[in-house]
C-alpha cells in the first residue's frame, strides 16, 4: 500500500516568507510525527499528534513553527518568518498507537 | 537529559568484512532502543529494535543486544554487502512517551 508521502519535495524560499510542508500519512494511522533533521545529524523531534490534536509540541522551536492536523489526517507543518538556520530536511512519520513508525521522504527546505 | 550517541564516521569497509556500529545511551528509566537505517534516496527505515534489558533485536542478518548495564545497543554483522551501505541510526524512546530520539547517524560505505 501506500506510504508516507510529503510535499513538496523541494522548497527554496527567501528569508522572511512563510512556508507550508504537507504530510500525508498512512490510510489509518492515528499517529502523525514531524521531526527536523540537519545536515550530518540525527532527526529532531517537533511535534507528535494523536487524532486531530497535538500531544506533545515540545521540540517546536519558537513561535514561528505551527502545525496542524484539522481532519485528523493530512498535517501541515508551517513556518512564519523564516531564518536560514530553518534549513533542514523536514520528515513527517505516522504510526498506530504505539507501534512502529514509517517515515517519509521528507522535505528538503532552503531559506537563502 | 535524554540522549544518544553513535560512533562518528564515516566507517569504510570491503565486503564480507565484521560490522560494528557503538550506540550508548542516557535515559531515565527503562527505554526501547531502535536501529533505524537510511538507504541512498529512500526515507528512514526501522532495521531492529528492543524494549527490555538483555532482549536482542535481529533483521537482514543485523543484531543488537539491549545492555542495560553498559547503557548500549551496538549493531553488529558478521559478514557485509555492498547493499548495505547506508547511514544507521541508533534512537530511543521512553517508556510512556511516542517521540524517538537519534542519534547522529553513522555512514556505512562496503567497497566490493
Known amino acids: 500500500g501506500a506510504g508516507v508521502s510529503q510535499t513538496p519535495s523541494n522548497k527554496v524560499t527567501e528569508k522572511g516568507k512563510y512556508v507550508e510542508l504537507r504530510c500525508d500519512p498512512i490510510s489509518g494511522h492515528t499517529a502523525l510525527y514531524w521531526y527536523r533533521q540537519s545536515l550530518g545529524q540525527g532527526p529532531e523531534f517537533l511535534i507528535y499528534?494523536?487524532?486531530?490534536?497535538?500531544?506533545?509540541d515540545s521540540g517546536l522551536p519558537n513561535d514561528r513553527f505551527f502545525a496542524v492536523r484539522p481532519e485528523g489526517s493530512v498535517s501541515t507543518l508551517k513556518i512564519q518568518r523564516t531564518e536560514r538556520g530553518d534549513s533542514a530536511v523536514y520528515l513527517c512519520?505516522?504510526?498506530?498507537?504505539?507501534?512502529?513508525?514509517?517515515f517519509g521522504p521528507g522535505t528538503r527546505l532552503t531559506v537563502t | 537529559g535524554n540522549s544518544v550517541t553513535q560512533m562518528e564516521g564515516p566507517v569504510t569497509l570491503s565486503e564480507e568484512a565484521f560490522l560494528t556500529i557503538n550506540c550508548t545511551y542516557t535515559?531515565?528509566?527503562?527505554?526501547?532502543l531502535f536501529w533505524y537505517v537510511q538507504y541512498p534516496g529512500e526515507g528512514l527505515q526501522l532495521l531492529l529494535k528492543a524494549t527490555k534489558a538483555d532482549d536482542k533485536g535481529s533483521n537482514k542478518g543485523f543484531e543488537a543486544t539491549y545492555r542495560k548495564e553498559t547503557t548500549s545497543f551496538h549493531l553488529e554483522k558478521g559478514s557485509v554487502q555492498v547493499s548495505d551501505s547506508a547511514v544507521y541510526f541508533c534512537?530511543?524512546?521512553?517508556?510512556?512517551?511516542?517521540?524517538?530520539?537519534f542519534g547522529q547517524g553513522t555512514r556505512l560505505t562496503i567497497n566490493p
Open positions: 535515559a531515565t528509566g527503562y527505554p526501547s
Open positions: 499528534f494523536q487524532g486531530t490534536g497535538a500531544a506533545d
Open positions: 512519520a505516522s504510526s498506530l498507537q504505539g507501534h512502529e513508525q514509517y
Open positions: 534512537a530511543l524512546r521512553l517508556q510512556g512517551a511516542q517521540k524517538l530520539v
